[in-house]
């Protein structure tokens, strides 16, 4: 499918000349439009709730557009559930799904009301020390190990992953903490990242479904409610279909009515906790062209960096790039778009196939709404970007500002800064 950015290049060099670049940029009706499908595609389930992943854009103007759409907060971490807690997102919109948790975040996650989605079975005792008592309602997260495939290929490695219990360790933990007085179960198991399938929650949901069942059978714990988490995937290059999220939702509640509904267990709510597919394509990252070279290869250089948008320096990954002004012209030069950083991996596209850029250009980088800005970093001293929301009315409206060197300096407040610089 074409790639095609949400703004054009007037509108871009508006906003850059009160926000100058880079920013990345989110587009408000996107979003709305996104969260309301989802729900959509759920809404054969009476208790179906998505829980933003907040780690995927912890920004709260964004968390607070997703809960106006009925989106909880999956948190895993203390300043995500404080995030949480001041847009107003507390109690059981609240899914805390960590891992080698902290004491402090267990306590911060209780005192909120939040569901504790347990990582582990020696969770048990260390919840129940640090709380000295179980919460009522608690779920526990699954790894089935091996491989996980889709049609004959694999997709990921749960095997491989630092996540989740065996089976039998979630078999034993909940007949541990039904003995403890635990009342209602949760199971959840996150075996794929980015899966640009219609097929992964469907096949996931029919692996916790029949677990779910013997769990019931077995254990005669109340299981009040699945949690197929993330992975459901955007297309980050032009060559992909996107998920079809009705086609999605419609799977899943095909495999409901075939394993949970029979085992009179259709009372089930059903939980997600995308992070990519609820921001991904409805961020972009805006930046300009500053410096050309040209030596065993073309590159330009762009005032974003790796900092900004960490993806393509960590995984390779590929994101497309817009030149602004330039969306339909030929594809004829070959750059290396690179940022700034003193690491040859701090770039943007390689080998990329791009009309003629001119020094002053505007590019936009797509889909970095989800991992994009909040991966961000201050490697060599780089200073993290402003992030603009482009709402409905098509106004900018700046949801974080720009950090300064002041913002990098503050954490030497453990002596007077500009008085040791000018000894
Ligand atoms: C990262 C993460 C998610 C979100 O993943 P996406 O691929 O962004 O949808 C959901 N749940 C947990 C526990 C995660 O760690």
């Not at 919840?127 to 008592?133: F, S």
């Not at 541990?176 to 992964?200: D, M, P, Q, R």
Request: charged content about 25%; some cysteine; overall charge negative.
């Amino acid at each position: 499918m074409e790639k095609r950015p949400f703004i054009t290049k007037e509108q871009a060099e508006q906003i850059a000349l009160k926000y100058p670049t880079p920013f990345h940029l989110y587009d408000e009706e996107g979003i709305r439009e996104n969260a309301k499908r989802v729900a959509q595609a759920f809404s054969w389930n009476k208790g179906f709730r998505e829980y933003f992943a907040v780690k995927a854009n912890p920004n709260p103007f964004l968390m607070k557009i997703l809960h106006e759409h009925g989106c909880g907060c999956d948190c895993s971490s203390l300043t995500e559930l404080m995030l949480s807690e001041t847009i107003g997102v507390t109690g059981e919109e609240v899914m805390f799904s960590s891992n080698d948790t902290p004491a402090e975040e267990f306590v911060k996650a209780a005192d909120m009301g939040a569901i504790i989605n347990l990582d582990d079975i020696t969770q048990i005792g260390v919840l129940e020390n640090i709380l000295g008592t179980l919460p009522q309602k608690i779920c526990c997260r699954f790894n089935p190990g091996g491989v996980f495939s889709i049609s004959n290929s694999i997709m990921d490695n749960p095997g491989d992953a630092k996540y989740g219990m065996t089976q039998s360790q979630v078999f034993e933990a909940f007949r541990i903490l039904k003995k403890k007085g635990v009342k209602e179960f949760g199971l959840h198991a996150f075996l794929c990242s980015n899966t640009v399938s219609n097929e992964y929650y469907p096949m996931l949901a029919k692996i916790l479904f029949e677990l779910a069942v013997r769990l019931k059978e077995e254990t005669g714990a109340h299981i009040s409610f699945i949690n197929l988490s993330g992975g459901v995937g955007i297309p980050y290059t032009p060559d992909q279909e996107p998920n079809d999220i009705l086609a999605i939702g419609e799977g899943v509640r095909r495999v409901y009515e075939e394993v949970l509904t029979p085992a009179g267990m259709g009372d089930v709510a059903i939980y997600t906790e995308m992070g990519r597919f609820m921001m991904g394509p409805y961020g972009c990252l805006v930046t300009r062209a500053i410096n050309e070279k040209h030596i065993y290869k073309e590159y330009v250089g762009v005032d974003a960096c790796a900092v900004n948008l960490m993806r393509p320096a960590m995984y390779g990954a590929y994101h497309h790039i817009t030149v602004l002004g330039k969306e339909d012209a030929p594809a004829d030069h070959v750059y290396d778009v690179t940022g700034s950083l003193c690491e040859n991996n701090d770039k943007f596209a390689i080998d990329r196939k791009l009309p003629e850029i001119a020094i002053g250009d505007l590019l936009v980088i797509h889909d970095t709404g989800a991992h994009g800005f909040s991966m961000g970093y201050n490697y060599n001293g780089k200073l993290r970007s402003a992030e603009i929301l482009w709402t409905a009315d098509h106004t900018a409206k700046l949801i974080r500002r720009a950090e300064t060197p002041e913002d990098y300096f503050a954490t030497f407040d453990c002596f007077d800064f500009y008085e040791q610089l000018a000894k």
